[in-house]
């Protein structure tokens, strides 16, 4: 059973940094998809960024540039990297993972998750 906690979150000024980790445990397919999504207040979940066992990346196109994610370590870790953080950006932030590689349907590529982890908070203050 594939278990995952983050940590990493915390309150940061507009424009600051700040990286997310993801800590997986039980993961024993071969492929994968490894995801961060997002829920921001008053907002439903979306994805954030993604990767799969085939090192395909994705990002959503507000964070290109800003964000970036990490493939799994050796010590069955992924990261999330975010520079020039803003405002809106400011949300829970969960690790998910998917036991097939990402599927590309309506121009983007997607993480079927399977497992989802508890969340972390980023605060961005403007």
């Known amino acids: 059973q594939v278990q995952l906690v983050e940590s990493g979150g915390g309150s940061v000024q507009s424009g600051e940094s700040l990286k997310l980790s993801c800590k997986v445990s039980g993961l024993t397919s ?10 921001r207040p ?38 999330l ?22 599927y590309f349907m309506d121009g983007y590529y997607h993480c079927d998750y399977d497992v989802m982890g508890q969340g972390t908070q980023v605060t961005v203050s403007s």
Not at 56 to 78: E, M, P, Y
Request: proline fraction near 1%; aromatic fraction near 10%.
């Open 81 to 102: 990297e975010m520079i020039s953080l803003k405002p809106e950006d400011q949300g829970r932030y969960y690790c998910a993972v998917g036991s097939r590689v990402l």
């Open 30 to 39: 071969h492929s994968y998809c490894l995801a961060w999504i997002r829920q």
């Open 42 to 79: 008053h907002e439903g979940r979306e994805g954030v960024a993604g990767i799969d066992s085939d090192n395909i990346a994705t990002f959503r196109d507000s964070v290109k540039g800003r964000f970036n994610i990490s493939r799994l370590s050796a010590d069955n870790t992924f990261d």
